[in-house]
């Protein structure tokens, strides 16, 4: 692999992207989920003045909470309440950088092949990895750039808005791992599926639906939580890790095997 030629392929893919202002805006308009959770843990209750301290569900799940989290044992009941709200939708923060960047990586092959721009790239002395790994990781670093900016507007409006102690009680390994190791995992997964869905579909619609099994999972974690059934511990993401690099890595072998750029041309065409 040659760092020269993947630098080059970066900035194209870059340059690409930037001019395309309709795979760049579903990922920033992502970041309007976020005012979900704080409509959720402060909005409801402000307004109807029900902090949900006595709510039977919001009860069970924070009994299961408090076995792996000590910090929320500190805090007020309505506190408690509200810090496990924001707990439960820091996957939200996950799957804003997956969902946002989708479009991202469908448009990196189908938007060539659309162009008319993937037929001379085939024919450079680039490697098959290379085209592909320079189309994975053009898509990934505007995502995480946007989970970034997505964890800051978040944190802060939680220092700003929320209970006292709810922000510190938030500040944990356990975050610090969903964000920093989970959400890029998921979201390299994501994309790579959508590379490879592209190589073979024609429609960026039809390549990002299959992206979103990645979503799928990572939805259901958050209900798990949120209905108590049960809590995602540090010992399991650290696992879950282990398992996702292993699943990119088969997924980039998979995604090589299947680029035929000898017969993709006369396939599109």
Do not use: C
């Not at 707990?87 to 960047?101: D, E, I, T």
């Amino acid at each position: 692999m040659s760092t020269s030629r993947l630098s080059a392929l970066l900035w194209k893919e870059a340059q690409d992207l930037l001019r395309t202002r309709a795979a760049v805006m579903p990922a920033v308009l992502m970041l309007l989920t976020l005012a979900l959770p704080f409509g959720i843990a402060i909005g409801i209750p402000l307004v109807t003045g029900d902090t949900m301290v006595d709510d039977s569900d919001v009860v069970k799940a924070l009994e299961v909470a408090r076995r792996y989290w000590p910090a929320v044992t500190r805090l007020s009941p309505e506190a408690a309440v509200q810090a496990f709200f924001f707990q439960q939708f820091l996957m939200l923060l996950v799957l804003v950088p997956v969902s946002g960047s989708m479009s991202l990586a469908a448009h990196a092959i189908i938007g060539e092949k659309q162009a008319r721009t993937l037929e001379p790239l085939l024919a450079t002395p680039a490697t098959t990895t290379e085209i592909l790994l320079a189309k994975v990781l053009a898509a990934l670093l505007p995502a995480l750039l946007l989970e970034a900016v997505a964890v800051l507007v978040y944190f802060g409006g939680i220092a700003a808005l929320g209970y006292p102690g709810v922000f510190g009680a938030l500040a944990t390994l356990h975050t610090a791992l969903v964000l920093l190791v989970l959400g890029p995992l998921a979201t390299l997964i994501g994309l790579q599926i959508v590379v490879i869905a592209s190589s073979r579909v024609n429609d960026p619609r039809t390549a990002q639906q299959f992206g979103t099994l990645v979503v799928l999972p990572l939805v259901a974690v958050l209900v798990a939580q949120g209905t108590g059934v049960f809590w995602l511990t540090v010992p399991m993401i650290l696992f879950a890790a282990v398992v996702l690099t292993v699943v990119w890595i088969l997924l980039a072998l998979f995604g090589i095997a299947v680029f035929e750029r000898e017969r993709i041309l006369t396939r599109w065409k």
